[in-house]
């Protein structure tokens, strides 16, 4: 699944939300910075129109470099990759003052984005954590069609009703086509409280045993309050429950690439 | 120059001069002789910090705060280390030494040239050296002999081997031979010692019994004075209890030679199949406290729901119980008399109950959720399975574990029978029931006439009774279940009692070495399990013996002393060394005697009077769950010890006096005599440490874990803790000190329990640094249950309980059984005769001190205690 079928090296981990403010900007953040802790070379890279997953690594609001500037400039990939001050590197998604973005329809718009990545793709032991539209469209098409795994991020409350059946009627199944390991992520995990421990149950009913990613992040007052300080959860508080989480949520990732590529060697 | 001004100064900034002069000379000793790549460190470390090598040669030695006795140690160390420690090999120090071996060969290759002659002598040294260590190696590996197993030449080697014995035991030497042999042998025995093969066992347990056999046909033979009356008395005496001792030690080698280790039994995939269980939780006088946490744990069992029926079988007719039961759905039994107690209750209940199966746990053993799916394969797998028994696992300390503050640390007095004599008697199918945490099958019980009413051991004798009619029993070592220990001294000898008085009725009323239906391993299992309660007499005739000759100047063993020394030491050292080897990761040498010791005047009267009158004596029921408020000596238990102790006191006096005033052909015998009754002291002493009950104010035990968990806050903040410890009404966490909490602050505990999570709402009640005592506040069954399956009755809750892997090392255990003992006499001193306390503190010191002399293995751990003399 990783380098032969895709045609690239690095191994693409997409982040998606199964109804807004699930939370998978901050699990792209927490993940990404989690695996560099582990010694792993991660990129965050952003390509939700909002452009939120820079304010995790601390950069200020009023910048609009990133990979939509790149496009219409056609700046190189090394100008719009930073780093964050603790060192974290992450791509955001940029923004222009003519309201311009990328065109949901024009191919053009995916070659020059497919231009743009390819020698990040075609670096070995790379993790590209991608924050991944919500709504469907050609970027989100394309951004599929990258990834090795996608984490849906679903949050146990009473939304996950309409918002799961609609993932499982229509983005999981486009995210097999692309080829992509569909997976959905519990986020915001409170067991305390009954009505989250009643959801948790419903999804455990609904979604096959193997299509639930076997950890979850709890809900934790820490990521929001790291993200009004613009830095990573473990640099805000290394001590806090989310960082464990995002760490043993980057050693499964880790795990389950590995498993997939040695399956891969199998079959071959 | 400079550069020792500058150390100079360092060690100043925080030691006196003389202890700056100490410390720089020893840091330079070992740089220079220990470990050259040491100097940059030294220049590096701190004072007082530095991690030396040394420490690993000397562990009792603190090289930066050398005390007045350190010279002693260390020259006394380095003598032992010189003469009598041998290197351990272990798979590192042999790969280690094959890297070395392939470096050497390298090297050796390129002074060929130069030096033909130290090559071949170093070929040849290789040879030699390879080829015993392989022979050591491939010890006791039976796997290329499968040729000799016909039954012609079984019985040939047999005849012949039961010939050499017999020849080898009767043979008369002089006692320059003797010694000869004994050494070989002794040598031999040293020499598998550390050869992890079964056959190293069986060759050592062979020479012990040889050499135990040879020293008992010399004491039948030889040793019994006929001439004076009072002296055959006392010496057929001695004799009687030594024949006991030597049927002991043969029948336990034979049960414990070839532990079965039994791996779990895979059940049909299709859980329709699964048979119906019921469980039997019998309760006569426990607090309800006790008995609830067993049944949610029983409720919280993965089992189909609709196969798992759940009764409380309650003798005492007590309200709250049937409120409770009815409140939490399980089924609620009593009957119109008490008669024949425990056995009596199940009998009851058993009438009235139909599922396959019957579990049965002791009101306060709690199971694990994965009891059943883990023990009942085996009834798919043997179809005459009619028992299956998986360890009595206790998560409060005993007696021992409390008073001795060992708990955790030393194998507990059951670890031997539930890790390793239940294995062995698995191996001949002589597993016993033990009353609790075992799964009978309802048919086989029934043809038995259900539990056995005879005996106040109905476990063991319902076992026997099975056994008769053919069924076969199993022994699954994997604790599944936890309960507490007897609480206090008294208690566990009152339960003891009944567990001897019960062996020895069985052995009257249904004597297993006769009668139908066993094999003969059976007969022998149950016959050593019956026999060893009867060891109470034996012992005290043991305690006594020396003083035979100390006081009454009674030759009980007419032989020259040298003899004595020759025939009966190696029948000691073998008997330890094997028993070390066999048991030792189950219970340590010479600790075995303290337990015994401990019971032995308690169960000698009801073991006797069970053997002449066996139909005698009831049913006493085992305290547990209880407080000891405040530390006291339990006096009355130890009386018949003291009483001993002070006749072993006088007999030391008299040993003494003779030793002054006797002839010179007596001192060798006056020696041993007392180097005996000074080894009886010590034990004795033992005995006396236990029955000072050290305080217990916490109504629930505390079970210790390093887990993993979170903690929620009441702002939302979500904390990565560790659980320290629980019970079933608080827990203790390690929280990070980012997190503030006060006291009565309201928390929530997330614990994983398999794939998904829980939470428990609890209190702070105390905060002391990172560590916070919190109580469990939710009070809903719901909840409780919850709480059971992420403590209690999670299925790897008691694995890994205690480091099963360190080996017994007799010479420290001796050190150890010494410190008990001498802190069991300073105890009673002190209690005695308080004012003169201080001048016992300085007695107790000084033998600490004293024995703080003694070596210590390379790297072992040393008890911060002796650092201070």
Known sequence: MTASKKSKAATVVGVQNVFGGAGATSIVAGLAVALC???HRAIAIDLNRDNSLCLHFG?????????????????????????SRSGYPFIPMGMTSEERHISETAEDDMDKLADLFAPLFAKQERFLIIDLPTEPSALQRWAYRQCDLVLNIVRPEPRLIRGLSRYLVDTAPRQVDAEAHSYLLLNGVAPQVVLQRDSMDFIRGQIADGRLVPLMVNSDQHVPEAFAQRCPVRTYQPKAQAARDFDALALWVVHEVAERSVAIVEDA | MSLIVEQWRQARRTLTRTRACMHLLVLYLEAIFVHPGMQGKARAGKVGESDFTLRFWFPHVDFTRLRFFDPIRIILQALWLIFFQQEKQTEQSLREARAAKAAAKKHRRQQLVKASKRWVSGQFNRFATSKATRVINQFGDITGYAWLDTASIRISLTVIAALVVAFTITLPMDANSQAVMLLIFWA??????????????????????LVSSRYLYWRVTQTINWDVPTDTALSLLLLSAEIY??????????QTIWPLKRKVAQLPEDTRQ??????FIPSYNEPLSVVRPTVLAALAMDWPVD???IYLLDDGRRSDFAEFAKSVNVGYMVRPDNSHAKAGNLNHALKKTTGDFITIFDCDHIPTRSFLQLSMGWFYADKDLALL????????????????TIFRNKPNEGELFYGLIQDGNDMWNASFFCGSCAVLKRGPLEKVGGIAVETVTEDAHTALKLHRLGYSSAYLNIPQAAGLATESLSAHIGQRIRWARGMAQIFRLDNPLVGRGLNLGQRICYANAMLYFLNGLPRIIFMMAPLAFLLLHSYIVFAPAIMIALYALPHIVHSYLTNSKSQGRYRHSFWAEMYETVLAWYIMRPTLVALFAPKHGKFNVTAKGGQTPTSYFDWEVSKPYIILVLLCLIGFLFGIWRLLTGPSDEYLTVALNLLWVSYNLIILGGAVAVAEESKQVRTSNRVNVERPISVVNATGHSFAAELVDYSDRGAGIRLPLECAVSEGEELHLIMAEGPSMNAFSVTVVSRRGDLVGTLFTSDSHEAQMALMRATFSRADAWVGWRDETVVDRPISSFREVIAIGARGYYRMASNLMPKLQPIFDVIYRMGRGVRSLLPYFPGEKVDNEFLRF
């Open chain 1, 37 to 39: 802790a582990i010694e």
């Open chain 1, 59 to 83: 950069m200020e609001p009023t910048e609009n470099q990133g990979i939509i500037s790149a496009l219409h400039n056609g700046s190189a990939l090394l100008d719009i990759t930073f780093e």
């Open chain 2, 188 to 209: 031999t025995a040293l020499w598998v010692r550390d050869v992890q093969k079964r056959g190293a066992l069986i060759l050592m347990v062979v020479l012990s019994v």
């Open chain 2, 245 to 254: 001792a030597w049927t002991i030690l043969v029948l336990g080698y034979i």
């Open chain 2, 274 to 279: 699964w048979p119906s269980v019921d469980i």
């Open chain 2, 307 to 309: 196969k798992l029926n």
């Open chain 2, 389 to 404: 028994q998986t360890p009595h696992h206790f998560f409060s300390p005993d007696p021992f574990e409390k008073n001795l």
